[in-house]
């Protein structure tokens, strides 16, 4: 039958629907129908630097990488299966290779860049050059006083 082979309007706005929710999710649909995963990123500075902190839970501080490559930080990281099970009967946490890319600022030492992992965070630090620092610049104030007339 021909309606069969039409693709429902409804179901691809289900469809449409879920890759939004997994793309905020952290979740991407490869090709081929398998899932890869995206940790999610939270990017802030204070006064002397730009701090990445990436959500990798259950990661192996020994799997994970952060390298600045031409104006780029990568980085990488991977999660494995729990080992010795013998039969599964689901799988719904995240496993595999992940990679993550990010511009670095401009004047950004490599050398410099600090990373740390705790509590399934992976905490990178790229500390903001000097140049790009607010400076404060002092505003001074004079007053003049005003005679008073017919004193």
């Keep these: 039958m021909n309606s069969l082979t039409r693709r429902d309007p409804l179901l691809a706005e289900l469809d449409a629907m ?3 929710f997994e793309r905020m999710f952290g979740l991407r649909a490869a090709p081929g129908g398998t899932r890869g995963f995206l940790p999610p990123v939270d990017i802030w500075e204070d006064e002397h630097s730009v701090v990445i902190e990436l959500d990798v839970p259950g990661c192996h501080a020994e ?4 390298e600045a490559v031409e104006g780029q930080l990568v980085v990488t990281g991977e999660r494995n299966a729990s080992q010795g099970a013998e039969r599964r009967y689901r799988t719904e946490r995240w496993q595999g290779r992940f990679v993550r890319s990010f511009t670095l600022p401009q004047n950004v030492d490599g050398e410099t860049i600090e ?9 990178i630090r790229l ?4 140049e790009a620092k607010p400076k404060r610049i002092n505003i001074s104030h004079t007053s003049k006083a005003i005679e008073a007339a017919g004193g």
């Design 63 to 66: 799997n994970l990488s952060a």
């Design 115 to 123: 990373a740390d992992y705790s509590d399934g965070v992976l905490t």
């Design 127 to 130: 500390p903001k050059p000097e």
């Design 18 to 20: 879920t890759d939004g």
